[in-house]
């Protein structure tokens, strides 16, 4: 009888899964239930699991001895927090729709990851996507020697209309300054991220605080929406688009009625298309009124050097009651200053009252009332003006 005993004591209990998934109140060893994955797979969202049946006449046997290791489970495909190494970046976006402005604002970087190099000069670099690259870069200043830079500088986009905000994203990338070292080598950014500006309200700012990503080079299908805040995916037809457009102008009207004449102010263009080898254009605006009234039809421009974005500031005059300009086309052209070669043409727009939609409007609004400067931005078209016989 005593060795019966001995011998039951020896043999290992059986325990049923009932008993194991019962809540047990007294103190004692935990022992671990072997192949709790039978009961309990999991499930991933990439993988198809390969799932084991249990044994229909197989019980779990504890062991403490003899118990495996549970190892922990294998990081499934797809998306994964592995970006939150790269660090974070909060700024600011405020769609002006009054002035035709998108602002951006970047405030701060927390926790960048360091390069190669060790050291962390860094700057903020946006892009208007799609679009010519240079036409739409910005940059702030470079902080060096953190991981957490501070910037507190606005990025503006001048001429950024409702429909620009309806089918643009805007990519900000944390960079290192190449500049400051040795030797200068252009490095990848150390984390980017994309905010469609579809959702932007206008004339109200909105704050992000973003994790940043590694750059995806991979294509985006066309059937895929980026309903996400970021998108992962490189634009397909950035350069398609991006050869479509020639860039905008904003001009000034005004009618004086001390002077009278016409007063026609070249302020500023914006995402002029590159027209040299090194990815920028010298620009010049030329003005002229049709027909010609005399030697005072025709105006130009100072040159802006290497700037897709000039900012010009003249105003020219044109004489005659408002009865005899409103019969008068405005042609407008911008074009690429080249030393010892023909000037390249970038673009134009014509006023008139026999134009079209917005030219239109501004044409004869500023000749309707006198003393009143009406300030709009006008698309650049590509092909060469027509005059109206």
């Not at 066309?222 to 905008?248: C, F, H, I, P, Q």
């Not at 052209?333 to 043409?345: E, H, I, M, P, R």
């Amino acid at each position: 009888m005593a060795g019966t005993a001995a011998a039951s004591s020896r043999r290992p209990q059986r325990v049923s899964m009932q008993e194991h998934m019962a809540i047990d109140v007294n103190p004692g060893p935990i022992r671990p239930i072997h192949l709790i994955s039978d009961y309990f797979p999991h499930f991933y969202p990439f993988v198809e699991p390969a799932l084991r049946a249990p044994h229909p006449h197989r019980a779990v046997t504890p062991d403490i001895r003899s118990a495996p290791q549970l190892q922990p489970d294998p990081e499934p495909e797809g998306d994964s927090d592995d970006s939150t190494t790269l660090g974070t970046l909060e700024f600011t976006l405020l769609f002006d729709a009054d002035n035709s402005a998108l602002h951006c604002t970047a405030h701060r970087a927390k926790g960048l990851k360091p390069p190669a190099s060790g050291s962390v000069d860094t700057y903020v670099k946006a892009n208007l996507l799609p679009g010519a690259s240079k036409a739409s870069q910005l940059r702030t200043r470079t902080v060096r020697g953190t991981r957490g830079p501070v910037w507190e500088e606005t990025l503006t986009y001048h001429g950024f209309t409702c429909q620009d905000a309806g089918r643009k994203t805007l990519r900000l990338c944390v960079c290192e300054d190449p500049r400051l070292r040795r030797p200068r080598r252009r490095m990848p950014p150390l984390g980017e991220l994309r905010v469609p500006l579809r959702k932007l309200v206008p004339n109200r700012a909105r704050s992000f605080d973003v994790c940043l990503e590694k750059r995806r080079l991979t294509k985006r299908p066309k059937n895929l929406d980026t309903s996400r805040g970021m998108s992962l995916y490189e634009e397909e037809a950035e350069t398609e688009v991006a050869g479509e457009e020639r860039g905008r102008i904003l001009l000034s009207l005004c009618y004086s009625s001390q002077r009278g004449g016409l007063l026609v102010g070249v302020l500023r263009c914006a995402h002029l298309a590159p027209m040299d080898a090194n990815g920028y254009s010298d620009p010049f605006v030329r003005l002229f009124l049709h027909p010609n009234v005399g030697k005072k039809s025709k105006y130009k421009t100072n040159v802006r050097k290497k700037t897709l974005n000039p900012e010009f500031n003249e105003e020219f005059f044109y004489a005659g009651p408002r009865e005899e300009l409103a019969q008068k086309t405005l042609l407008v052209s911008v074009w690429d200053y080249d030393l010892g070669t023909a000037n390249d043409f970038i673009g134009g727009v014509q006023l008139s009252a026999w134009a079209s939609g917005e030219r239109q409007r501004h044409w004869r609004e500023c000749l309707g009332r006198s003393d009143h400067r009406l300030e709009l931005w006008h698309p650049l078209d590509g092909a060469p003006l027509q005059l109206r016989n």
